[in-house]
Structure formats: C-alpha cells, structure tokens
C-alpha cells in the first residue's frame, strides 16, 4: 500500500494553471456569524419573484421547501454545493462503501459535468488513456478532441479482463509517457449492460497500484444492480486515495434534476472545484434544493429502498426483452443477460458492419437502437448493436425484436445471394 500524498504527476497543465476565484473564495464565509457582506455580487432575494414551492410524491407525500430554504435555493451557493446536501451525500457514501479516507465531494450538473473535469484535470493533449471497450459514447464525445491515444481494453460478460489490462501495462513502449489513468463503467457498463466482478475489480485494483495509475469509476447504474448483494465499488476497496467515484440521481430520482456528484481524494476533487469556479459556478440551487428535500424525507434507508424497488422496475423489463429476444432472435444474435441497468449489447450473427443495418434499415422499419462502432474508442467495425429496455413497453418490444429479426434474415438471405 502507497497511500498517495502528492498529486501533481496526475494533473495536466491546464488543471495546475487553475487558480482560486478570488470572489468564489469569499462564498463560504458570507454565512458567518456577523459577517457583513460588501464583497460578492449576489443579487438582492427579494428581487426574485418565486417565494416558496410545494410539490407531491408518487406515494402521495406533499414537499414544501419554505421561504427561508427558497431564498437560499435561487441565490449563489458554495461551489461544490449546498452543504447539507453534500453532508447528506458524505452519510450515504460512508453507509453503502465504507471509504478508508476522508474524502471530498464535490456536486455537479449530473455527473458527467465533473466527469469531463476529471478527465480536462488529468489528460494533457495527446496522453494516452486506458478505456474499456466498448466504452460509454458520452465519455468518448468528450475525449475524442482531446487528440488521445485510446489504449483499448478487452471485455466479455465479466466486464475488463484484468489479463487484458495487465498485458497492455507490461508491455508497454517505454518511450511513451505511461497512462495516468483508467475510466470505466463498471457496474451495467453502457453500453453492455454487464458488470465486473469482486474478484477482477480487486485485481483491477492492484494494478492500478503496481502501474500507479487512478480509477475513473463511472457508476450512474451502481443502485440498479439486480442482485440482492451489490457489488463493491472500487472507492470501496481504495486504500491509496487513487479512485475517482462518479453517481448520479439520474437514473434514482430525475434525469432532469441534473444531479451527480464526485467522491474522491481532496486534492484531485479541490482541481474538479476549481474547474466549475471558473466554468458554470456550482450545480443548480433549485434542483439541489429539491433533491436535498427528498432525501430529508427519505433518509438514507429509504433511499435505499426507493432504489431497490426501482432496480426491480428495471430487472422486469429486463426479463420481458429476454423473453422476447429468445422468441425471436436465436440464431439471429447472441447476448449476454444484463446484470443491472437498462441496456443489452446484441451481437447480429452474420453481420459485419451494423451501422447501415441499424442507422438505415431499422430506423425505416421503425425500430431506433445504437450501431456499436459508437463505442469504440478507436471506432472499430462491428456487428455489435445497443438496445435499452428501459421505456418501451412489452408489445413494443416484442415488435420491435420481431422487426429487427426480420431484417436480419432480409440481410443473411441478401448475403448468400
């Protein structure tokens, strides 16, 4: 064990560049006991014309965030969010992983806004960055204009094969500067819907230690796993202060809330706060105020238990596709069953190239799912297509496979012509 205490050799040079807001410094001490405030430009509350907002839960619960709660929503706030709801986020994170180091957090516009600041802290242009393959195509959107070399890392229905890893380490050409570090989805990865185990994250892990590079855990579907016993997360087992943790409410409470929040190291999450003082000032007050009104209500436990039933939600749609893509797709296509989430990854016997039969024909047959070259970092052709169970309800899916099936026999027959 290497607990790291210096991370300069991780940060790119724009990210050491960043400097304190010297007004955004001033934010957290404005809540001072008599403190007087002549410094930051905050807007007067009573010019804002909403006074305080009431809302219903599913189960039929009403929500009021008072005037005083209101008043703090709508105004400027801490930068890596309100501090309850960051508290509230420290207790669920020390309850589910069990950090062994006092860690930061810092809140953003859905987690792929402190996604993409993780890898602007980390990669200098033309560093070359360890991704699992396929890989989720909003990540790649933002790297590909990075100019970086992709170093592409095998899975199967386990997830990253850690000899896969090992052997793209070992062999390394040393005349290039070694990857800083390794992002990946590793619970429903997107698009492949598996999970890695225990054993090869604890391998995973350990490389990570011997080759010194950090974890970009990518975990918005952690919540969704469909066992009974979830799978630890790399923060988990991280002993050295070398993983960055990723969640979401996305896919818990509302995608539209636009609430993720990293978990990490101080040093690297204090870069990721630097960033948004400089780029969009901190998440939306409203929506953290909302989320933080929910999660009140619920505690802890009962955000567990509002994830577990929609795990389950999830778990029977899941089982309806599966139902139907062994009707109609044996012979057609092979899969593996997803383990969490929302997506299955449908490998198209037969098929060379899915991005025509997929981005033409199906779309002409009414039938919308992603071609798989989208995941590929280094744009591999592929037979491989995305489809996501998660809206479509059982007839439609059902007709949707019976559609794809019939289009796959078009393109076989077509073929030995």
């Given at each position: 064990m290497v607990v790291i205490k210096d991370y300069d050799r991780f940060l790119s040079k724009r990210s050491k560049a960043r400097k304190p807001s010297a007004i955004r410094a001033l934010q957290p001490l404005i809540a001072l006991p008599g403190m007087i405030s002549l410094g930051g430009g905050l807007p007067h509350p009573s010019t804002f014309p909403i006074l305080d907002m009431s809302f219903t839960l599913t189960n039929g619960d009403s929500l009021t965030i008072s005037e005083n709660e209101m008043r703090r929503a709508l105004q400027y706030s801490n930068t890596s969010g309100l501090p309850d709801l960051i508290e509230w986020l420290k207790q669920l994170q020390i309850e589910e992983h069990k950090p062994k180091y006092d860690f930061d957090i810092c809140i953003g516009n859905g987690s792929q806004d402190v996604l993409s600041k993780a890898f602007e802290m980390l990669l200098n242009e033309g560093d070359s960055i360890l991704i699992e393959k396929p890989a989720y195509t909003g990540a790649l959107a933002f790297l590909r204009p990075m100019n970086l070399t992709f170093v592409d890392i095998e899975t199967d229905g386990n997830g990253i094969i850690p000899e896969k890893l090992e052997e793209a380490l070992k062999n390394w050409d040393e005349s290039k500067p070694r990857p800083k570090a390794i992002y990946t989805v590793p619970i429903a990865g997107n698009p492949t819907g598996v999970g890695v185990?225990?054993?090869?994250?604890?391998?995973?892990?350990?490389?990570?230690?011997?080759?010194?590079?950090?974890?970009?855990?990518?975990?918005?579907?952690?919540?969704?796993?469909?066992?009974?016993?979830?799978?630890?997360?790399?923060?988990?087992?991280?002993?050295?202060?070398?993983?960055?943790?990723?969640?979401?409410?996305?896919?818990?409470?509302?995608?539209?809330?636009?609430?993720?929040?990293?978990?990490?190291?101080?040093?690297?999450?204090?870069?990721?706060v630097l960033h948004t003082q400089a780029g969009n000032l901190h998440a939306s007050g409203l929506s953290q105020t909302f989320a933080l009104c929910i999660l009140r209500r619920w505690g802890v436990f009962g955000f567990m238990e509002h994830a577990k039933k929609t795990a389950a939600f999830y778990k029977n749609k899941r089982d309806i596709f599966i139902e139907s893509a062994e009707k109609y797709l044996n012979g057609l296509a092979e899969w593996n069953v997803p383990t969490a989430g929302m997506f299955i990854w449908l490998k198209l016997l037969g098929i060379d190239d899915s991005e025509t039969l997929i981005k033409k024909k199906a779309i002409e047959k009414k039938v919308l799912m992603v071609p798989g070259f989208e995941f590929f970092p280094n744009n591999d052709v592929t037979p491989y297509v995305r489809a996501s169970y998660s809206t479509a309800t059982k007839e439609e899916i059902d007709e949707a496979l019976k559609r794809l099936a019939s289009l796959l026999k078009d393109a076989i027959a077509s073929k030995s012509q």
């Open positions: 185990s225990l054993e090869r994250k604890k391998r995973i892990y350990e490389l990570a230690q011997e080759y010194d590079f950090i974890i970009l855990e990518d975990d918005p579907y952690y919540y969704l796993q469909f066992s009974e016993q979830r799978i630890p997360s790399y923060f988990s087992m991280d002993v050295d202060g070398r993983v960055l943790r990723f969640d979401s409410f996305s896919k818990i409470l509302s995608s539209g809330i636009r609430i993720g929040w990293v978990s990490g190291p101080k040093p690297l999450v204090n870069r990721i």
